[in-house]
């Protein structure tokens, strides 16, 4: 029986110094869910910007865990002018589930706009 077990611990130890690598590798090769994204660049005390926020607090409400919607304040984060290339505000930026920009809008949209602009990249949201 003790020898039994020697060998089983001898054989696990084994495994591990053996084939350190492949411990963790399962978990990290699971790739993560990317999701479609909607970031909104404005800021809050801007009159269209104002408008975008019941809509943004909408679809981020009804689509949880199937679209991201993020708000960035550019008037609080100015470096974000410079990376999302933005001339006016509201700004909104359409991503697909690779990250990859496919739409860009100046100035106030309505919920169903951006609804249907996802559909026609062929992402469909639902409730």
Known sequence: MKLTWTIRILAATLVF???PASLGRAAKTTPKPVLPRLVD???QKCIPCKM???VLKELARA???KLTVEFVDVWKNRPAVGKYKIKSIPT???YDRKGKEFYRHEGFISKEDILAKFKEQGIKLTK
Do not use: N
């Open 63 to 65: 689509y949880k865990g």
């Open 52 to 54: 975008m926020a019941p």
């Open 92 to 94: 909104q930026i359409f």
């Open 41 to 43: 660049l404005g800021a």
């Open 17 to 19: 110094v053996l084939f």
